[in-house]
């Protein structure tokens, strides 16, 4: 079975700084995706970024990337510039490319606060 | 942009009682799906849902829940008879024939 581990359950940030959010996963599987989540307060979960398993460049998109260890199973996501509205709670899922539903199995969230 | 919706956004229910969290999935998706969240634990994949039929659940979703698609529209996840450990954040989300799935803001069920 798969599992998604966030160790850091509360992050902050000065705006403007950079953050890194860790996210470690185990499979056996060797063909996943895997997805970073954004929740802001009272709102819907939005994607933020995906990360296809048999891509060794790590995705990017604007001020949000990754840096996917695919032999290590770690997936971080960098926000750089912090702004305020990047305020949320952030999980990290793990799909696999095989499975017929595509459902998510997430992490434990970790919840980021940018300070002006 | 279309949204997933889910009402109600709080339900508080007595032990026993039957509950009904609903979700209108945005229009032209074909897939469907309920997780929820107890307090400070993981995002739980519960049931997905395609072309009128159950696809997939979890070993959570046991004989007291149900779903259904009763008009083409709503999506509906029922709790026949709700335990206290049920409390949790339901979360209803939607897809159509791509990977990324699209969130509601969820429900927060409250069993006392």
């Known amino acids: 079975a798969q599992t998604v581990t966030q160790s850091q359950p509360e992050m902050s940030v000065q705006e403007a700084e950079t953050v890194t959010l860790s996210c470690t996963y185990d499979t056996s599987e060797s063909n996943y995706y895997l997805f970073w989540y954004k929740q802001p307060p009272s709102r819907q979960m939005i994607l933020v970024i995906r990360q296809e398993a048999y891509k060794q460049q790590n995705a990017t998109e604007n001020r949000f990337s990754v840096n996917f260890q695919k032999a290590a199973k770690s997936f971080s996501l960098k926000i750089s510039d912090s702004q305020l509205g990047d305020t949320a709670m952030y999980f990290c899922?793990?799909?696999?490319?095989?499975?017929?539903?595509?459902?998510?199995?997430f992490g434990t969230g970790t919840r980021l606060k940018v300070l002006a | 942009e279309p949204e997933v919706t889910q009402t109600p956004s709080h339900q508080v229910t007595q032990m026993g009682q039957e509950v009904i969290l609903r979700c209108v999935p945005i229009s032209n998706h074909l897939y469907f799906y309920w997780y929820r969240q107890i307090l400070g634990q993981k995002v739980e994949f519960l049931v997905s849902?395609?072309?009128?039929?159950?696809?997939?659940k979890s070993e959570i979703f046991d004989d007291q829940f149900s779903v259904e698609r009763p008009d083409g529209s709503n999506f509906t996840l029922k709790i026949r008879s709700t335990k206290l450990e049920d409390s949790a954040m339901y979360f209803c989300?939607?897809?159509?024939?791509?990977?990324?799935?699209?969130f509601g803001p969820g429900t927060r069920l409250t069993v006392t």
């Open positions: 849902f395609y072309n009128n039929e159950i696809s997939e």
């Open positions: 899922a793990f799909m696999k490319r095989t499975s017929g539903t595509y459902k998510y199995i």
């Open positions: 989300a939607s897809r159509p024939d791509r990977l990324e799935q699209y």
